[in-house]
């Protein structure tokens, strides 16, 4: 490939190549398999390219039946190469700098296009992203996820180096909240029916610029809300403990004295996570066999 610029137009072909209307015969990757849509999913870095083919490419090729942007920051990725540099295995030391170095969300997505877009994100991307937040539409839906982050403690610690810790991180996953996510996506491409739409998480904006709000727990206010948020046994963050492992958020359990006067027994506590699971199938961002598999799992602790 002569540079990361040629990539979106790779891309392009790569779609044409499994849609609907593509020519088929001998050459055909899926060998004949019938396609009603192809759509575009991107995370993270992935999701900043995704962005710019969004605004750039797809009004010239309309190559995409509908866009997911994942865990996106609100940057785009540029049209023009830029200069190589050399990569090398990052430290712990290194990644505070780096995020440190981050700036603010600057990438709008496009409003005019005739595809639906859905835009997915975590706690960790909320504060980079709020100055690129724009209102749902019939064909723009916005969800972020309260006590969530980038990434967690269950995905790639034990990848990392030897001299990275292993205890950082969140507890929690977005997994069950993209299930719910594509599950909305893919009526809404079928039938029309639009995901609900969900409160965005809530800020104070004064002089240092956006500043999560948190309850007495330091749990973010507003935003799409799982049981383990809504009836903590721990303070979940987007952002981690002590700015190491900065994408994986934190998970910070709470002493048991306010544990015992949050659940005076378990059976209160089970009740009340039941209750929120519940709650959030009706709300549409938790499918109803995930909150029976968080239940069970919520129920089943000491």
Same mark, same amino acid.
């Given at each position: 490939?002569?540079?990361?610029?040629?990539?979106?137009?790779?891309?392009?072909?790569?779609? !044409?190549?499994?849609?609907?209307?593509?020519?088929? +015969?001998?050459?055909?990757?899926?060998?004949? /398999?019938?396609?009603?849509?192809?759509?575009?999913l991107g995370a993270s870095q992935s999701a900043n390219? /995704?962005?710019?083919?969004?605004?750039?490419?797809?009004? @010239?090729?309309?190559?995409?039946?509908?866009?997911? @942007?994942?865990?996106?920051?609100?940057? +785009?990725?540029?049209?023009?190469?830029?200069? !190589?540099?050399?990569?090398?295995? *990052?430290?712990?030391?290194?990644?505070?700098?780096?995020?440190?170095?981050?700036?603010?969300?600057?990438?709008? @997505?496009?409003?005019?296009?005739?595809?639906?877009?859905?835009?997915?994100?975590?706690?960790?991307?909320?504060?980079?992203?709020?100055?690129?937040?724009?209102?749902?539409?019939?064909?723009?839906?916005?969800?972020?996820?309260? +006590?969530?982050?980038?990434?967690?403690?269950?995905?790639?610690?034990?990848?990392?180096?030897?001299?990275?810790?292993?205890? /950082?991180?969140?507890? =929690?996953?977005?997994?069950?909240?993209?299930?719910?996510?594509?599950?909305?996506?893919?009526?809404?491409?079928?039938?029309?029916?639009?995901?609900?739409?969900?409160?965005?998480?809530?800020?104070?904006?004064?002089?240092?610029?956006?500043?999560?709000?948190?309850?007495?727990?330091?749990?973010?206010?507003?935003?799409?809300?799982?049981?383990?948020?809504?009836?903590?046994?721990?303070?979940h963050s987007g952002v981690a403990a002590d700015g190491?492992?900065?994408?994986? +958020?934190?998970?910070?359990?709470?002493? *048991? %004295?306010? @544990?015992?006067?949050?659940?005076?027994?378990? %059976?209160?506590?089970?009740?009340?996570?039941?209750?929120?699971?519940?709650?959030?199938?009706?709300?549409?961002? =938790?499918?109803?066999?995930?909150?029976?598999?968080?239940?069970?799992?919520?129920?089943?602790?000491?």
């Open positions: 490939m002569p540079d990361d610029g040629a990539a979106y137009d790779i891309f392009s072909q790569a779609a !044409a190549a499994v849609a609907r209307d593509r020519p088929g +015969g001998s050459s055909d990757p899926l060998a004949g /398999l019938p396609v009603q849509h192809v759509i575009a390219w /995704l962005a710019t083919y969004l605004n750039a490419v797809q009004p @010239l090729t309309h190559a995409i039946d509908g866009f997911i @942007l994942d865990i996106d920051f609100g940057n +785009g990725s540029p049209l023009a190469p830029l200069p !190589a540099t050399a990569s090398r295995l *990052a430290t712990p030391k290194d990644i505070p700098a780096a995020v440190a170095k981050m700036p603010p969300g600057s990438h709008l @997505l496009r409003d005019d296009l005739d595809v639906p877009v859905f835009v997915l994100n975590s706690e960790t991307e909320a504060t980079g992203y709020h100055p690129v937040r724009q209102p749902d539409t019939d064909r723009f839906r916005f969800w972020e996820v309260a +006590g969530h982050a980038h990434g967690s403690r269950r995905r790639g610690t034990d990848r990392l180096p030897s001299n990275w810790p292993r205890d /950082l991180g969140t507890d =929690l996953t977005m997994e069950p909240v993209r299930s719910a996510a594509l599950h909305h996506f893919h009526r809404w491409l079928t039938d029309g029916t639009a995901p609900p739409r969900q409160p965005a998480i809530e800020f104070d904006v004064g002089e240092r610029g956006p500043i999560i709000r948190r309850d007495h727990y330091g749990i973010a206010l507003g935003g799409v809300r799982l049981p383990d948020v809504d009836v903590p046994t721990a303070r190491t492992l900065v994408l994986t +958020g934190s998970t910070t359990p709470f002493p *048991a %004295e306010t @544990l015992r006067a949050l659940y005076p027994t378990h %059976e209160v506590y089970c009740d009340r996570y039941t209750q929120a699971a519940s709650a959030a199938v009706t709300a549409g961002v =938790l499918l109803r066999r995930d909150a029976d598999r968080l239940v069970s799992v919520a129920c089943s602790r000491d």
